[in-house]
């Protein structure tokens, strides 16, 4: 059941924490307080992010978001120069910084969305089959997963480098923590022992990778030691503890739901959706395999059982193609045109793989469109509406079936869905999602993934655990967080 801010007094003590969440296409710097009564979270910075085209390759600047960073930090600084209790970090997983014995960089890091892994997951299924893929990993199947990126490195001839670190922890690293690999984040590469939360070593010697290039993992709320380098020198971080959030954005997300139960399904939604309900042991039976459903890792090592599926990523595609000519929609005024028109009977499949790469996405619906056996819609911007009541329709139907595929594979009945993130705001698909799952609806917090990553946070002061934080603790805080000004 979700929690109350009924017995503060343990926590009457004022708290300060340091978020940051990365996504791909922006990062921020939000300072967040709690007073000993109520909570309070602003964001002090913004920055861009996305994949840079290089030589036929898209990668990640990291180096532009370490600066991101260091500007909403010390922003941040100015704004509680008394001192930030705690500082963490969220991102998008699977993506990773191969380092040399120094520990230095390599070379950027390869965006996941690269095409290079087209072919490579068919190539380690020759190597391991994916029938005892997903029974040690329990990880649904996909060429941006962080096994067939280290393949494909070793395939092309690539230096290996002497340890790799996914994009959070080579982040935090700047930032004075040791080089390390958080559960939630760690558990989306292919490579985690899903019943031991461990790497799994059998994966690491079929597929010829080198198990001591990875980095031990820890759970999401294991302090991490103090801030290091020039930021120390502020007054405001001279006794800051470095937290291992749920440093996978949607591991945030989830960890900001004000629920510590485990009979209610999520919609995450933003670039990607990612459709699942927390379990206390993965699910890897025939159902969830043939259904290609992932067991990622969540809070003190439970699961997040999920599906990850292609979602307002479609809308923004769309909305970069119409705006470069000449017509520049407003997410809100679109879903309100949307709103107006009646209700479309036709779909597409949101999963294709030729809908994850950049580039015409008006053009590549309507190739999905016309396989469907259905006409193609206009593609200009004037028609804009049109092409997006069609989007938000497919996307709440595959919504739906995963609801309902999650309750045939778990055989436990959901309670209630929670919608978070961006997404969350748009009440037309929210309608759709209900209508279609027959599950009621729950609008959970906007900035879910920030309140998750401070969730941990705080929960990580009152735990010395090698388990990290526990659901109940980081569970109330997310209630106190939920209602932050």
Known sequence: MAHSQADVSKYARPLRAAAIDIGAESGRVTLAEWDGARAHMRVVHRFLNGPVERDGHLYWDVDLLARGIEEGLRRAAELAPEGIDTLGLDTWGVDYVRLNEKGERLSLPFCYRDPRTETAPAEVWARISPERLYQLTGMQFMRLNTLYQLYADQRDGLPPGALWLQISSYLMCGLGAPPLAEYTNASTTNLVDVHTRNWCDEVFEKVGLDRKAAAPIVFPGVRLGPVKGPLAALPAYRNTQLIATATHDTGA???????????????????????????????????????????????????RFLKNVNGMWLIEECLREWRAKGVDWKVADLVAACARQPVPKVTFPVTSPELILPGNMPGRINRELEKAGHAPLPEDGQHAPEMASVIFVSLAARYAEILKGIQEATGQKLRCVYIVGGGSQNEYLNGLIAERSGLKVVRGPVESTTAGNVAVQFAALDCDSPKGATPAAVAEWAARLATAS
């Open 253 to 303: 997300a989830v960890a900001g739901i004000p629920d510590a139960g485990t009979d209610w399904a999520f919609i995450s939604s933003g670039t990607w959706s990612l459709v699942g309900m927390p379990l206390e042991e993965p699910c890897t039976n025939d159902v969830a395999r043939r259904e290609d459903y992932t067991n990622e890792g969540g809070i003190a090592g439970r699961i």
